[in-house]
C-alpha cells in the first residue's frame, strides 16, 4: 500500500499482559515515530528512529515500553505489563522530508 | 516550561464564513510549524508548513501565519464547507530529525 499501516487495529488486553503493536511505514521513508494519543488530549512524542536507530526515546513513558526497527522498515512498539493507563491510539508516522505521513493507529483498551 | 496551546473550546461556525483557529506557544524557538487535520478515528493529515522567516502561506481556501515575535500562528479556512469539520492541530520543530510537538487541538464544526 502507499500509506503508512498499522496493526491491529484494535486491541483489547487485560492488565498485566504485554501487547506489541506493529508500523510499516511508507517504503523508502528513513525516519519513524511513535506517538500516543489520549482521550481528548493532544499527541505524545514517544520515539524516533532514524534507520534502525532510535536517537531519541526520551518520551517513553517508563521502561514498560520498548521499540525497535528492522531493516529500516518495519517497528514494533511493545507494552509489557500492561496497565489501565496505557489505553490510547498509538499512532506511528514516518518521513522522507518534513512532513509526517501517519497510520490509522492502534486503538488499546486494557481493561 | 514549554508549553503549545490551542483553543480546547470547539468552535463552530456557519458555512461559507471564515474560521481563524489559534496556536501560541512558548519557549520554544522553531524552526518551522506545521498544521494537521485529524478526522475522528484516523491519523493526523499534514495541511501546511510555515517557516521561521515566513509571515504567511496559502494553499488553496487555507492560510496559515507565523509571528515569532509573538509566538502565534494563525490558521485560517475561507468560504468554509460542513466537510472542513475537523480536529485542527498545530505542531512545532521541537528537536532532532523531524521531531514534533503537537498542540491539543482545536474541534471545528460548520454549520449549514
Known amino acids: 500500500g502507499a500509506g503508512v499501516s498499522q496493526s491491529p487495529s484494535n486491541k483489547v488486553t487485560e492488565k498485566g499482559k504485554d501487547v506489541e503493536l506493529r508500523c510499516d511505514p511508507i517504503?523508502?521513508?528513513?525516519?519513524l515515530y511513535w506517538y500516543r494519543q489520549s482521550l481528548g488530549q493532544g499527541l505524545e512524542f514517544l520515539i524516533y528512529?532514524?534507520?534502525?536507530?532510535?536517537?531519541?526515546k526520551s518520551g517513553l513513558p517508563s521502561d514498560r515500553f520498548s521499540a525497535e526497527r528492522t531493516g529500516g522498515s518495519v517497528s514494533t512498539l511493545t507494552i509489557q505489563r500492561t496497565q489501565q493507563e496505557d489505553s490510547a491510539v498509538y499512532l506511528c508516522?514516518?518521513?522522507?522530508?518534513?512532513?509526517?505521513?501517519f497510520g490509522p493507529g492502534t486503538r488499546l483498551l486494557v481493561l | 516550561s514549554q508549553k503549545i496551546e490551542q483553543n480546547s473550546e470547539a468552535l463552530n461556525i456557519q458555512e461559507g464564513k471564515t474560521a481563524t483557529l489559534t496556536c501560541n506557544y512558548t519557549?520554544?524557538?522553531?524552526?518551522?510549524l506545521q498544521w494537521y487535520r485529524q478526522d475522528p478515528g484516523r491519523g493526523p493529515v499534514f495541511l501546511l508548513l510555515i517557516r521561521e522567516n515566513e509571515k504567511e502561506k496559502r494553499k488553496e481556501r487555507l492560510k496559515v501565519t507565523f509571528d515569532t515575535t509573538l509566538k502565534q500562528s494563525l490558521f485560517h479556512i475561507t468560504a468554509s464547507q460542513p466537510a472542513d469539520s475537523a480536529t485542527y492541530l498545530c505542531a512545532l520543530l521541537t528537536g532532532g530529525g523531524n521531531k514534533l510537538t503537537f498542540g491539543t487541538g482545536t474541534q471545528l464544526k460548520v454549520e449549514l
Open positions: 508516522a514516518s518521513d522522507l522530508g518534513e512532513t509526517q505521513y
Open positions: 517504503s523508502g521513508h528513513t525516519a
Open positions: 519557549n520554544y524557538s522553531p524552526a518551522y
Open positions: 528512529f532514524q534507520g534502525n536507530s532510535a536517537p531519541d
